[in-house]
């Protein structure tokens, strides 16, 4: 997955790419991963999804879905880490065949272990080939529900739980899933309810537990809304700019399902007000005056975390965060990646406590040419790309935003950036 075609990111000072700018952002891939395996799912009649993502990630989904009744015995997922589980509870109900599920080196670093587990309590078949709790996997054939009832911890991965929520319906005794507190990343299980009660599938909710019959799914059309990561980094870019800058974000919406959308309330303390309309959002930079310290618990949408850090670092805001703990088994180890960035700029991020991280920003400083490792991350590249309203920056490995935001540098360049290949 590695590129070594890096960007020079200079900000034009007198761009007139300055007013009435709107961003077409991509449609949101965590919507579309969860439509695309209840597409899958739905055996009475055909699901049709509009605006299906281009990231990365959902095409290879796509691909691997609509591959698996042809002769294939193994699935790359590449570096899609939701596509890895997703598919290992799909394959784990739904195979009529022995099939292996593989990845990255790094995907093969990244623990799986607990929904493997969970599976096989239920009476699925599923081995490691390597490490014990990583993949690569081989899956075989579900033969008989041993178990109606899990627990599984909610504070690892919210995707372990989207997972085995959508294949329950097809269980034949059905699931209950006791989720143990803490509950991370709750927005994104709230999502994957929405998303099948849309297609007739009830769950019911009784406390942290959720209960879900054998049932059916019905065809359905759906269109993906834009996604909220992806627009987190024009907030920050809107948060960097100059009093009066505005853009509009296309396709997004006031009733979204998507937990990111958390990143209007962070921004607006940022300086940044954002007003809907029936394109999507407009975003002004304000001159509100800004806050010397902001807490943020980031356990309900942990991928805003690097643009927040990127953000206040540039804006000598200081930080004190919690719900940090999944950042460590994302596409690399988030935490150390942002440590290691931001100490270029003069700040700091230091763990002061148990579970509590603290970022000192008063220091900043951008005196010269920056390079900014991307540890093959989308969101480093992208969270980090804003910070060039303050100077020159080198991206390394620029082809990672294809995981989630193929346009991305495309749509900068509309604003008034301009990117040299090194």
């Known amino acids: 997955m590695k590129n070594n075609l890096n960007y020079l990111v200079n900000y034009r000072q007198n761009s007139t790419n300055e007013q009435n700018q709107k961003i077409n952002l991509p449609s949101s891939k965590s ?73 990255t080196q790094r995907m093969k670093q990244r623990p799986i272990g607990i929904l493997v587990e969970a599976l096989r309590s239920i009476g699925c ?32 991965s919210s995707q372990y739980i989207s997972a085995l929520l959508m294949v329950a319906p097809l269980l034949p005794k059905g699931l209950a899933i006791n989720i143990l507190a803490p509950i991370y990343s709750q927005p994104y299980i709230d999502m994957t309810i929405g998303l099948m009660a849309k297609a007739g599938i009830k769950v019911e909710k009784l406390g942290s537990a959720l209960r879900i019959e054998n049932q059916e799914y019905k065809a359905i059309e759906h269109t993906i809304e834009s996604d909220w990561s992806g627009a987190s980094y024009w907030f920050s870019f809107i948060a960097l700019s100059k009093i009066g800058r505005s853009i509009k974000l296309l396709g997004l919406k006031e009733d979204s399902l998507q937990g990111d959308q958390a990143i209007r309330p962070i921004m607006q303390k940022l300086g940044v007000q954002s007003t809907y309309d029936q394109e999507g959002i407009i975003l002004i930079k304000n001159n509100n005056e800004l806050p010397e310290w902001l807490e943020i618990d980031f356990k309900e949408f942990p991928d805003l975390a690097q643009t927040v850090v990127a953000c206040c670092a540039a804006l000598k805001v200081n930080l004190k965060m919690t719900g940090l703990e999944s950042l460590r088994i994302k596409e690399t180890d988030r935490i150390k990646a942002l440590h290691n960035e931001i100490s270029k700029f003069n700040c700091s ?51 990672v935003v294809n995981k989630s935001y193929p346009s991305f540098w495309t749509d900068l360049k509309s604003v008034g950036f301009e990117l040299t290949e090194q």
């Open 31 to 103: 919507e579309a991963n969860r439509m695309l395996i209840i597409k899958a799912l739905t055996t009475n009649g055909s699901t049709t999804i509009n605006n299906l993502s281009s990231a990365r990630d959902t095409q290879t989904l796509s691909r691997l879905l609509g591959s698996i009744d042809q002769s294939n015995t193994e699935l790359d997922v590449l570096d899609a880490g939701t596509t890895m589980r997703f598919l290992t509870a799909f394959l784990a109900i739904t195979t009529q065949k022995q099939i292996v599920i593989t990845g």
């Open 125 to 156: 078949q599923i081995n490691y080939l390597e490490k014990e709790g990583y993949p690569p996997l081989s899956i075989n054939p579900f033969k008989e529900q041993t178990n109606q009832e899990i627990s599984i911890p909610g504070n690892v």
């Open 349 to 399: 991020l230091t763990e002061s406590s148990k579970g509590v991280w603290e970022m000192k920003a008063k220091e900043f400083s951008f005196t010269e040419l920056i390079n900014i490792h991307t540890y093959e991350d989308h969101r480093m590249a992208m969270s980090f790309a804003p910070l060039a309203l303050k100077g020159p920056l080198l991206i390394d490995e620029i082809d």
